[in-house]
Structure formats: C-alpha cells, structure tokens
C-alpha cells in the first residue's frame, strides 16, 4: 500500500443531502457533531452540496456552524445518480484534501460513500453511531454496530486519508450556532457519456414497498391488536407521527399486515428515535428487530408482557382503548405546536 | 448473457447471541450460511438466466469451508463457482475486499466472457455496511443500482436493463445499459426450492479455487496490513434497562405524561 | 429398461445411515444418503455418551480425528429422591487408556465429521430433502420420492435409516403405529462452563477425562425414567428422558421436569455457574426387544432407531445403530453377488441382526420394559426405603446400630412383605440375568 | 432461563408458508378433556386459546421430536420441509 502525506489533509467535511430543496436534517447533525470533533483537532467544518440548484443550501449550514460551503451546480446533478456525484465529490475532496468526510448513512449516502472511498482509495467505516478523536494521534475512532447490534466495533483509518464514515440519522443533536461562511463555487467537467442511467418513473410507497429503516418513528402493531381492522389506529399514529407503521410477526400471520411490515428476527431489524409497540408481548424474537431503537413505548393489556422490561415508557392497557385516545392527544398537541 | 453473482459466507447471525457477562458474542457452533441477501441475488441472476438463456457465475472470497456455500449456490442453479481463497487475503476491509473480487471477476471473464450483469445482496448480514458491491461497480467504472426490488424489464438487443429500486420516499424505476452492477433487497423474489437434480449435480461439483498465484491479484492490496481500515476494539453494547411503568390514574394524565416525556425529542426530530 | 438412479438409497444421515454408507461406499457401491436437515447432525440428537468399539471397527482410531469431547473414566449410578442421592460409583483408570471404553459426544459435530469421511469414501449426501414415501413397484421397493421437484430417485435397494419416527417402515407396514408406553421423550440441556471448574468438580485429572451420571428414583414422582449428567469438554449435558406414556398420565411437562432436576440439591452444585447454550427433545425407542419391527422386505432394510434398536439398561443408541447400518451393508453387499434384492435374498440381515452383540444385549432385557411397567415400585418404593434407610444408618442419634437394622427389617417387612420381596428378587432374576 | 429464551438458543428455518403440524379434526380438540398435548410437548407448541376453544399451534418453535403425534392421534404431524425447522449446535 502506498502511504500517504497524511499531513496535507486539514479540516472535517460534511456532505449535505437534500431533498426537494431542503437539506436534510442529518446533515446538520453532522455540523454540529462535527463542530465537537473540529474543537478538538484545531480545525474547520466545511460542507459540500451538489445538485441543480444547492447555492441556497448555505445559509442553512452556516446556521449550524459550517465555516464554509463548496458547491457544484449542473443539470446532470438533478437528481441523484450514483456516477456523477462520485465524480463531483470526488474531485472535490481530491482538490481541498480533507481530513474527515462525514456522510449520513441514508440509502442515499449508503449508496454513494462506498464509490467515492473506493475512487480516492481510502478506508470507509459505514454506518457509525459513535465518533470520536484519539487524543494521542488525532485519528478519528469510528464506532458502529455489526451482527445485527449484537457487537459494537470502534474502527480507525491510521495510514490513509480522508478518514470516512458514514453515520446514522438521528444519533448527534442538531445544535444551531450561526456563523459567517465562505461560499465556495466549483465546477466539475463531466463526461457524459460515462452516465448511462436514467430515471424513468418514481412511485411513492406503497401498502407493500416500504423501507422501514427510513423511519424515525415506527409504530408496530401486535395479536393484541386483535383485528385487522384495529390496525388503523396504528396506521393513524404513525401518520400524525410522520413515522410509519409496521407488525410483529404474529400480526403478519394473521394476514393483517404484509410481511415486508415485518419487525424481528425473520422480518426487519429497525432502529428508530420513536418505536411504539402496540399490543405486541415482546418475545425476543421480536426483540432482536427492535431492541436498538432509542425510545420504546409499549402498550400491552399484559402487565407481565417481556416487551416492558426494554420498554423506556410502559402503559399496561388495552389497545383498542389507548390508542384512539393517544391519537387524539398527539394529533392536538402537533397541532398546537406548529 | 453471463450473469457473475458475489456472494459471501456468513455467520447465521440469528443465531448469534450476548453473553452480557462476559461482553462476547456465543458463535460456538453457529453455522455458516450464504448471507441471505446474497441468496436472492443469486435467484435472482438464475431466473433472469431461465427467461434470457445464458450462464450464471458465482464467487466468493473465503476459507477453503466457504465451499459449502458455493455448493449450495450450484443447487440454485448456478453454472460455476470460484473460491477466491488465499491466506494473504485474511483480515481484509471492505476497500481490500472489493479489489480482490474485483481482480477475480476479471480472471471469470477471462475464462467464461464479458459479463453482462454484476449482482450481489444489498449488504451482509455479519458486517452490514453495504459496501464491497459499490467498491466493485467503481472498480469496474459501470453503473451501479443497488436496493433493487425488482427487474422490470431486460432488453437485450439493446443491451439496456430497468431495475426498480427502493429509494427513501418509495421507489423508482431506472434505466441503465449492461455491463452493470446491482444490489439487491429480499423482496427482489422469493428462493425457490431446488430441483433434487440441481441438489446432486452440486454435490459432485468441483469448485474452482482463485489465488494470487492462478491470478493477477496483487497481495499488496490485501489482507489486513493493507487495508486502511482497522479494528481499534471490538464490545457488546450494554443490556437495555427496564424503563418506567406509568400509571398516572386516569388514561389522559397518564397520556399527558407521556407526551411530555417525549417531547422535546419529537421537537429535536422536527416532528413539532 | 428400468431406471436405476444409484446401487443404494440411504434415508438419513444419522449414525446407522452414515455407517451403512461408508461400508458400501467402500466397497465401490454407488450409494446416495439423503438427509432432512441442513447439515448430517443438526436433527441429531443423543444423550451424550457414545460407545467406541462399533465406530473403532469402521474407522480404527476415529477419536484422534473425530470431534469428541472427554473420554468417560468414571460412570454414576444414583438413586434420589428429592432431597437425597444414594449411588454407586465406579472409576477406573482401565478407562485412561486407548482405544477408550466411551466419548461424551455432540451429535451435531461428530455426524458432520463422520458425514465428511463417508463422502471421502465416495458416497453422496444430499441435505435439505425430506424423503416423503417409498416408490413400490411390483410389491418391491425400487426407490423413494422426496419433497424436491423432480425429486424421485431409484435404486436397488432403500435402506430406511430414518429415525425414531421412522414413516418409511410404517409406510410399508413392518410396524405398527408407535404406542406411548413403547418410547421415552428425552430432554437435554448443553450448559457451559469452564474446563478447569469441570475438572475441579468431577475430580478429573485433565480436560480428556470424564465422568457420567444417570439417576433414577423416587424424584421422578413414579414415572418410568432416568436423568443424565455427561461432563463434555467445556460443557455439561443434563437430561432426562420418560417414558410418554406417564408423561400424559402424570400431566407432565418435560421442560419442567428438567428443571426439577437442575434445582436437585445433588445436582445444582455440578452445574452451577453455568451458562445453558441449548436446550433439545427428542424421542428414545424404549420398546427393546420386543418392539423390534420386521427389519426387511422386497428391496428395503431398515436401522438404527427405525428398528429401536437402543439398550436403555446400558444407555447404548448410537453404537448400535452403527452395527446395524454395518450388517445392513453387509446385506447388501451379499446379496448384489446374485443380484438378487428380493425379501428372502434380504433376510439374512435379520439373522445378521440376531447373531450381534447389540441384540443379544437386547434379548437379555427384553422383559425390562414389561416389568417396569407391571413394577414401577422398582423405581420409587425399593430405592426410597434403601435411601431413608443409609440416611438412618448413618444418623447419630442416640438409637443403636443393631435397632436400626431391627427396625428397618420390620419396616421393610410391613411395607413390602418378605414374601412379595423374593417374588421381584426371582422376577429381576428371571426377567434380566436368566 | 425460561422455555421461551431456551427456544430462543435454538436455530430455525421457519417455512413461513407452511405449517408441517395440524389437527385432523378440531372439532374433537374442542371437547378433548385431556388436553395432552399442551404439556407434553417439549416446546409447548400447543395452546388453547383464553376461553379454551381453539387450539392454535405455534409450529415454528417445534423441535420435532414427534411426541404429540405419539400422545394424541388427532394431530397430523409431518416433517417439515427440507432444510426447514431446528437446527441444533450440539445436538
């Protein structure tokens, strides 16, 4: 392996995702947990976008603490297509050299680090939920979750430069702290005919198609339940929630919920801010799906039921009752709030 | 139509399990699978196999026991297996892990064809990080598709496939031309369950070994010394608490108290 | 021409199964194991003590090679109640020395070791296919179906290697629908625990050595039964097994009667600490001799558990299992010289059956199960009065040794009647030693 | 450790499509007095419902040892399909 002049390399780097305008708010989780780690090794945060239209992007990051904002505007960044924005970003970092590149672990941000680490020829850590400096050699520890949550890595990237990761949504606090940036424009030279991609249709999910992982609020529903029909109330909570909805694999047995709405151990493994298990009796099976979400709510006529002995908040109830009266109450207090 | 499918041996990580006592994962026991994305991959290439006619490859980079899974690939309907086996290759990342196959898909070409469609599972069950199928479309500058769903259509006069893949608002439907690389979710399929004949000529199969002597592969990309990554330390996360019952006499207060529990949260989320 | 897919079909990769296919695979034979589970062993199960002489025979000093966990130098024979142990003990370091008496064993490892070496000799395993009925043609037996598309498969002969639920021979109707009172439900825990606290505890010398307990008695609330503790190498197996029958009569739940035993005064001390890694049920032919179904018919042969062939006095399963997929291979191996597969051509198999060690030993018991049944006080009154008995004999209580024996001697009188005492003495007499 | 986290240890295939266990006849599972095969099973496969009408059978943590099938003649009872059900470490 060829060793790098890692001394060259300065300054930590987010990229920020957006979305219809908008960046995403992972990305200012990373400003500010970045903001922590730049303290620490006497640099800058900076960012970078690339779309159609990302110049407006910057008053967004400054607000959060990004000294500077690189950009690349271009049609053939409209929307998101793996090739192009490999090669963007990576002349990008290439040119400015950083030292850290933090990207949020979304499909997006999956899809794309792995390229771009590849193409620089440097060490990517996917999808940590831990970040940290060794104070001895100012080598970024990365800390992420393998064999489904059961054990915990912290992975370091001594000899090659940028160090990258990609971290999960929703792990760091989006902490506002305005500063005065520097707008840096850049142009890429694409070949084009190296993008031999096209989107041709875009449907919202459905019934069926659905990636739970995408969810910062995920409210499951159980047997106790006890109707297809009661799923509505799950289906309701999780809309005002902005969440959405998901089932134990006993519920999926009953044909109540499709199995890709699966939680557990032979469905999905999710780890939201937000699960609330709703008549759901916690078997570890269940468990191994859900046990790393951050907030558990469960709701189970049980009071003996395991899912209350990881639950964070526990209300022994019927469903049935509980539910269109939390709806209520939550559907209000959003509104009031907004 | 040569279809190549990477696949990769994996601990059932179902079965692994804490012991929170001693801070360790119990894999005493715990058998090796094909990870199962990977396994939808591999049906996947063979049913596009079945509609187009053509030959499907399969590789995999592991201990001489990884075998077994290319057995099992064989039983699926798959044409060849290559172990991609070599000590030096021990302790490899994710950047070293992609050469490697990338390097060993090259010696499959050589051997069998261009190869139209790159396939492998979405990310391993073991590792999940969901990176070696990206590292490989790079290395091979194609396109690369991953969290496919489903294969709409294939063209092959010209050459053009269209995949739908899950994207983080539903899904969407892409067009993109052969050679290209895709990763694929679950619900791409459901695996069939194999023909007895497919069973036995997989047992008496031969499985072809790669290693930096019958290839190209240079040992100074591999293994744990050279790749950038490394292991600082390795824990079990700390047992979940039982939390708080409430209880606060009628289902409002007790409601009412719950919502101020998670408030702020649901205000850091943007929710309110 | 009549298809012919392979010389031999062996249905389960079990220890009979895989013994038959390493003998015909020997011998040339062209021989298909077909196996339900994901790997040869991952249905198996055993109690946990495997007797080398059979398999030594196969593979002359398999244990160098084989995954095998302690060789046994000391076995237990207690007798509780609830409170109390009373045993016999017997350690001897005859059995330090190879080529060893008996192994504590893992089904799941040693079946997978043993499956790698038929392979080598030849013979192909297919796993993940479940054989679903036998193909007759002709009122012969000339192959078998199984679950797989395309997956029917024919043969010369079938050898129907599949268990203790074996559906092949009762399919074919050499046995009867299986009777609770004829097979035990044994269930078993893996616990692990450090090497040095095993050696510590049984008093053993290294991490090869070990020891194993049975234990019957009173605690077992009248049931027909026996619990077991094998030392393995870095765990203990613990089990116990009964009889169905008093399963449904005592409304019994297996799982709680297992942990019965692990909370018994004499045995929680001998597991403590440990972490359980599995937990495992599977069925015992407790039947013996008698239960023995026809062994053979047009182009069929049937082993090992399939033919109950277990010695529950001695706790030998899986050794005779080998011997019987050895004799059946024999069969078959006498019997392609004439090419003749038809019943009478396989009959020798039973006289084969008849003239081994495994079915004289089972002969000898073959009224155990009969008088166990009629004299179940064998397993509770007998070894209640003896233990309350050594529990007075060596109480210091004031009451002189020879009162004691006065005393117990009319007790046992009242209870049993000297009589009625000479009777059983004459019935284990007739019934076991002849 | 309770029976739930020792099925837990235990590895299974779950044919999601299909249940390898069944009752011939439910109608005799509502008046069975004995109701044996809610104890006899090692892995407690077996349950009533609360008011003890249906019996529902949680097939995917049978062990397959085949002892409901001896205990009561109104099960149906097959091996599951191939590669399916437990897998043990040990066995």
Redesign the interface.
């Known amino acids: 392996m060829i060793k790098q002049d890692i001394g060259e390399y300065k300054h930590i780097w987010i990229f920020v995702e957006h979305k219809d305008g908008k960046a995403k708010s992972v990305s200012f989780e990373l400003i500010s947990k970045a903001r922590e780690l730049a303290e620490v090794l006497g640099c800058e945060v900076h960012t970078f976008a690339l779309g159609k239209k990302v110049k407006h992007l910057a008053d967004e990051v400054f607000r959060y603490g990004a000294n500077k904002f690189y950009f690349i505007e271009d049609n053939l960044l409209s929307e998101y297509k793996t090739e192009p924005f490999r090669d963007a970003a990576s002349y990008l970092i290439d040119k400015y050299k950083p030292e850290i590149v933090l990207i949020g672990a979304t499909t997006l941000g999956r899809d794309l680090a792995g390229t771009i680490a590849t193409k620089l020829n440097t060490g990517l850590t996917a999808d940590t939920t831990g970040l940290d400096i060794d104070k001895k050699t100012n080598n970024l520890l990365m800390t992420r979750p393998t064999f489904g949550g059961n054990l915990m890595a912290t992975i370091f990237c001594p000899d090659n430069r940028p160090q990258m990761s990609t971290s999960r949504p929703g792990v760091y606090k989006a902490v506002e702290f305005s500063v005065e940036g520097e707008v840096v424009e850049e142009s890429f030279k694409f070949n084009k005919s190296n993008y031999l991609k096209t989107v041709i249709d875009k449907t919202l999910e459905s019934e069926e198609a659905v990636n739970l992982n995408f969810y910062d609020v995920i409210v499951a529903g159980g047997l106790g339940m006890e109707t297809k029909e009661n799923f509505k109330y799950v289906k309701e909570l999780s809309s005002i929630l902005g969440g959405t909805w998901a089932a134990s694999r006993k519920a999926v047995q009953m044909g109540w919920a499709p199995q890709t709405r699966q939680v557990g151990q032979t469905g999905q493994t999710v780890h939201p801010k937000i699960y609330i298990a709703c008549g759901i009796s916690g078997a570890i099976q269940h468990q191994v799906g859900m046990k790393s979400s951050e907030i558990i709510i469960a709701i189970n006529k049980d009071e003996e039921a395991p899912i209350f002995e990881i639950a964070t908040y526990g209300i022994v109830g019927e469903t049935g009752k509980i539910l269109p009266a939390m709806i209520d109450l939550f559907r209000e207090k959003i509104k009031k709030e907004r | 139509m040569h279809l190549l499918v990477f696949i990769k041996q994996v601990p059932d990580a179902s079965q692994v399990r804490v012991n929170y006592n001693t801070g360790t994962l119990i894999r005493e026991g715990v058998p090796a699978i094909i990870n199962p994305f990977d396994k939808h991959a591999i049906e996947e290439a063979v049913r596009i196999k079945e509609k187009f006619s053509g030959t499907v490859s399969v590789i995999t980079m592991g201990p001489p026991m990884a075998e077994s899974s290319l057995k099992e690939a064989l039983s699926m309907g798959v044409d060849n297996a290559y172990l991609l086996s070599d000590r030096v290759f021990a302790g490899s990342d994710t950047l070293a892990t992609s050469y490697a196959l990338w390097a060993g898909a090259k010696k499959i070409i050589e051997e069998k064809g261009d190869v139209d469609i790159f396939l492998s599972g979405k990310q391993a069950i073991d590792g999940d990080t969901a990176q070696t199928g990206p590292g490989i479309a790079t290395r091979f500058d194609i396109p690369l598709v991953t969290y496919a769903i489903a294969i709409k259509d294939i063209d092959l006069k010209k050459r053009t496939i269209e995949i739908v893949r899950l994207i983080e608002s539903g899904a969407e439907t892409i067009e993109t031309t052969f050679p290209c690389f895709i990763t694929v979710e679950e619900e791409i399929n459901k695996i069939r369950y194999a023909p007895l004949p497919y069973l036995i000529r997989a047992a008496r199969a031969t499985i072809k070994i790669l290693n930096t002597k019958n290839t190209k592969i240079d040992s100074s990309k591999c293994g744990l010394k050279n790749s950038p990554t490394k292991v600082k330390k390795a824990f079990t996360p700390q047992k979940r608490e039982r939390g708080e019952m409430i209880n606060k006499g009628s289902m409002q207060d007790t409601l009412n108290f719950l919502y101020e529990n998670i408030e702020s949260t649901l205000k850091d989320m943007g929710k309110i | 021409m009549k298809r012919k897919d392979f010389d031999v079909i062996i249905v389960g990769a079990g220890p009979s199964g895989l013994a038959a296919g390493f003998v015909l695979a020997k011998a040339g034979v062209n021989t ?1 194991i077909i196996e ?4 040869p ?6 109690g946990g003590i495997f007797y080398t002489k059979a398999m030594d025979d196969l593979i002359p000093e398999f244990y160098k090679e084989a995954p095998v966990e302690r060789h046994i130098i000391e076995q237990n024979l207690w007798f509780m109640d609830d409170v109390s142990h009373l045993g016999v003990s017997f350690k001897s370091q005859k059995y330090n020395s190879e080529p060893f008496n008996s192994f504590s064993v ?6 997978r070791w043993f499956a790698k070496k038929v392979e080598q000799m030849g013979a ?7 054989v679903t009925q036998p193909i007759v043609e002709g009122g012969k037996v000339v192959g078998v179906k ?8 024919y043969a010369d002969v079938v050898i129907g290697a599949d268990g ?2 074996s559906f092949l021979a009762k399919q074919l109707g050499l046995r009867n629908k ?3 009172n004829i ?1 035990a ?1 044994a ?1 078993k ?2 616990i692990g625990l450090d090497k040095e606290k095993i050696n510590d505890r049984f008093q053993l010398r290294s991490d090869k050595e070990g020891a194993a307990y049975e234990m019957t008695g009173p605690f077992l609330d009248g049931m027909e039964g026996m619990a077991w503790l094998y030392t393995n190498s870095s ?1 203990i197996s613990i089990g116990v097994g009964v009889v ?1 029958q008093d ?2 009569e005592h ?5 709680d009667l297992l942990e019965k035993i692990k909370a018994h005064p004499s045995v929680a001390p001998l597991i403590e600490g440990g ?9 015992i032919p407790e039947g013996g001799y008698y239960a023995t179904p026809k062994l053979f018919t047009d182009g069929f042969l049937t082993t090992g558990d399939a033919i109950m062939f277990v010695n529950n006095v001695n706790r030998e399963g899986s050794n005779l299992a080998i011997e019987s997929g050895k004799l059946a291979a024999k069969t078959y191996l006498e019997a392609k010289q004439t090419g003749d597969f038809s019943s009478k051509s396989l009959s020798r198999y039973q006289d084969k059956i008849r003239k081994s060690f495994a079915c004289k030993d089972l002969s000898m018991y073959k009224n155990m199960p009969k008088l166990l049944e009629e004299k179940r006080y064998f397993l509770t009154k007998y070894p209640q009065f003896f233990i309350d008995f050594v529990y007075d004999w060596f109480s210091v209580d004031g009451v002189s040794k020879p009162d004691k024996i006065k005393k117990a001697k009319k007790e046992f009188g009242d209870k049993f009647g000297y009589v009625n005492f000479a009777k059983d003495l004459y019935a284990i007499w007739r019934y076991m030693i002849r | 450790m309770n029976l739930e986290d020792k099925l837990y240890l235990l590895g299974y295939n779950i044919n999601e499509e299909e249940s390898h266990l069944g009752v011939k006849n439910p109608d005799e599972c509502k008046i069975c007095e004995k109701r044996q095969c809610t104890y006899v099973c090692p892995a407690k496969v077996y349950e009533y419902d609360t008011k003890g009408e249906f019996l529902s059978i949680n097939y995917d943590a049978c062990v397959e040892c085949g002892t409901c099938r001896i205990a009561c003649d109104n099960i149906s009872w097959k091996y599951p399909k191939g590669g399916f059900g437990v897998s043990y470490k040990f066995g």
Do not use: C, W
């Open positions: 298909i339900r589970g994901k790997f062993g991952s249905k198996n199960v055993m893992f089904r799941a490892k040693f079946d192909l395993i297919i796993n993940e296919t479940v199984t679950d797989r598309p395309d997956g029917d498969l203790v639920n299986i009777k609770p097979v439900l269930v825990e893996v765990s169905i399963l449904i409304k019994t739940n297996p799982n972490q359980t890694k599995e937990y495992l049920a599977h069925m």
